[in-house]
């Protein structure tokens, strides 16, 4: 009962004792596992965040790993297509020849590069650093290929933003000038990278931004820094002010298009940038770039820029005969003279602008050596932009009249001197009469006279008492290297020529009668300085004995005094020379010299066909005149190789001598003149003047072609009219009226 007693029942509506403590427990319970349930939730959330991070990085890892495979796969594939690593090698530049002045100027280069090549040291600190600065800012931080640079430049292509940009480093930009092609494939841009790798693991940062320099294109025609410095500002690349070297590195965008001489805005604009990039990059002050800004650079143009490259392309003609097979850069010293180039230039293409319309000419040329045979000027052409042929030494045309003085020369050398009188009137060779410019006639007069005034009948009349053959041989002795056909009309110059050939052969009349070997090389050297070649001193020996010099020289500076050449200006100077016109006026030459200098001038079209009646006696002989004057300036005078002659009895015509000597009634033909050479001082003008100094130049002859030449000059009938009656006191004997003498 005791255990009855103690024996409590749950109350389950009461609030207190051990139901609340039980509803407790329970309420406890509950609020833990309330409690737990967002725990959890955040710790399986994060076993899942943990679980996908995991995930992205296992893909990533996978997915860069097959990329990594995939793009090494590419790369292997590429890199198969390119020559093997250790057999690669810098592909040797293309050689260069730089042609120089006589006095070292530099002249112009030859060769696909257009310029020499270029020490990194050598250059001003800024030039490398404009390039860098507007082309690859990151140059000496990456590794060939720049991550950051390909990004920033998909970032600015997508967005639009600072134009199309391209990620290219300089490494890649020089393994492309260096081994592939310009094409814009994705397999050139692979390739590209390959190469750009294997350029940082071989060179250095400085090797591989000199190379780059050397490498690239800057446009009209220039690869390599120095070429584009001497073509667009006419000094090499050591000597580029900032303002230059920017232009320079902004061509890189477009050289083409940007190309300062073609495009000096937008060359100048681009330039800005490239200015300012430096400034942004430290790589100059901001006092240098506004220097800089407010002085652009200006594109140089050389004056005589045009006609040297006739002049450069003739000393790469004879180059390859001179030191072989050229493989490695040159330096060639020439005989030109710079300033005597320019002169040239100017004198032949303001006169022909000037008059050529009026006298129906395009072309011209003008040749001009010293007496011992260097060539110190020469131009080819009018515009060697427009047409690249070479006049002067490739354009074979008639010489007309300014031939003569090798057929005067041949008679003396037979015995006739510059008082012998010959016949001036109607001739008839088999047919072919030649007339005079004036068609008029002066009767007997001397050969002095018969030159100067370009006489045709007595010039044929000579030539035909010597032989055309012996001719020939004088012609050929003296310089003339082209065929000449031995007819009777090769008097009146009919057999073409080149003007490099007649001034050559006229530079013994003006040194004494030594043969000249016309040349523009006198030294070749390698790069580094090896000397290859050294013109010695040489000549042809003497070609005219020395008084016969000294008459020439007197009847041919009466040309210039009273014949057709006296509008011939070079005061002070003694000068000789000769006209020339060739049959319907196609031709117009004039070659004159000094003790100085010897200048030949021709002028004609290309075609062949006829001026408007320009001769010799006009504009060759205006532009011989400019270019001598500005030729002799400075320079001592001193006369030609002169001298005084006695004949030894009074000269009758001697080929009425001859027609009595075959009878055995003719007199002796008198002894050869003997001289005593000196340098005879420069005639006046005024004691000179004579009558016939009013006679026009030379008229051109017609039907010369295919004659023979006849064993004598049998003379034809007279024209009522043309022939002039002699002077009083003149009068004829029966031999003289029978064969003209």
Known sequence: ?????????????????????????????????????????????????????????????????????????????????????????????????????????????????????????????????????????????????????????????VTGRGGVQGGSTLTQQLAKNLFLTQERTISRKIQE????????????????????LNRVYFGSGAYGVEAAAERYYGHGAKAVTLAEAATLAGLMKAPSKLAPDRNPEGATERAAQVITAMAQEGHITEAMAKVALANPARVHRDSGAGS??????????????????????????????????????????????????????????????????????????????????????????????????FVYLTGLE????????????????????????????????????????????????????????????????????????????????????????????????ANGGIGVQPHIITRVRTADGKQLYARKTGSNGRVIEPEYVAMMNTMMEE??????????????????????????????????????????????????????????????????????KTAHQGVPVAGLPSGAWRTAAPEPARLADSVLNLFGAGPAAPPPPRVEPQAAPPRSRAASQGGAGEQNPERPVHGLEALLPPEDIPTGGTKRGERRAPPRGEEKNFFEKLFGG
């Open 1 to 157: 009962m005791a255990r009855s007693d103690r024996r409590r029942e749950p109350a389950f509506d009461d609030d207190r004792g051990d139901d609340l403590r039980a509803e407790r427990r329970g309420a406890r319970k509950n609020a833990h596992e309330g409690a737990e349930k967002p725990a959890r939730a955040r710790k399986n959330a994060h076993r899942r965040s943990g679980f996908l991070f995991g995930g992205l990085i296992y893909w990533t890892l996978v997915l860069g790993l097959w990329g990594a495979i995939g793009a090494g796969g590419i790369f292997v594939y590429y890199g198969s297509q390119l020559p093997p690593i250790d057999q690669l090698a810098i592909p040797k530049r293309p050689p260069n020849i730089a042609i120089l002045a006589a006095d070292g100027e530099l002249l112009a280069n030859r060769g696909d590069t257009g310029g020499a090549a270029v020490r990194l040291s050598e250059l001003p600190p800024y030039l490398p650093k404009a390039f860098v600065a507007i082309e690859d800012r990151r140059f000496y931080s990456h590794f060939g290929i720049d991550p950051l640079g390909i990004v920033r430049a998909l970032t600015r292509n």
């Open 193 to 212: 990278a390959i190469l750009a790798l294997w350029l940082e693991h071989k060179y250095s940062k400085d090797q591989i931004i000199e190379l780059y």
């Open 308 to 405: 040297i490259n006739y002049a450069a392309d003739y000393v790469m003609d004879v180059l390859a005969d001179t030191v072989g097979a050229i493989d490695q850069d040159l330096v060639v010293t020439t005989t030109l003279d710079h300033n005597l180039q320019s002169a040239a230039e100017h004198a032949l293409t303001d006169e022909l602008a000037k008059k050529g319309s009026k006298f129906g000419v395009s072309q011209g040329a003008v040749v001009a050596l010293d007496p011992n045979g260097a060539i110190r000027a020469l131009v080819g052409g009018r515009d060697y932009g427009e047409s690249q042929f070479n006049r002067a030494i490739a354009a074979k045309r008639q010489p007309g009249s300014s031939f003569k003085p």
């Open 414 to 509: 037979h015995g006739l001197t510059p008082d012998t009188v010959r016949e001036d009137g109607p001739i008839n060779v088999k047919g072919w009469q030649p007339e005079n410019y004036s068609r008029e006639y002066f009767g007997p007069v001397t050969l002095t006279k018969a030159l100067s005034l370009s006489l045709n009948t007595v010039a044929v009349r000579v030539g035909m008492e010597v032989g055309p053959k012996a001719v020939v041989r004088t012609a050929h002795r003296l310089g003339i290297t082209s065929e000449l056909q031995p007819n009777a009309s090769l008097a009146l110059g009919t057999s073409e020529v080149t003007p490099l050939e007649m001034v050559a052969a006229y530079a013994p009349f």
């Open 559 to 628: 040309t210039l005094l009273t014949g057709t050449a006296r509008k011939a200006e070079l005061p002070g100077w003694q000068a000789a020379g000769k006209t020339g016109t060739s049959q319907d006026w196609r031709d117009a030459w004039f070659v004159g010299y000094t003790s100085h200098l010897v200048t030949g001038v021709w002028l004609g079209n290309d075609d062949n066909s006829p001026t408007q009646k320009a001769s010799g006696g006009n504009l060759p002989v205006e532009i011989w005149s400019r270019f001598m």
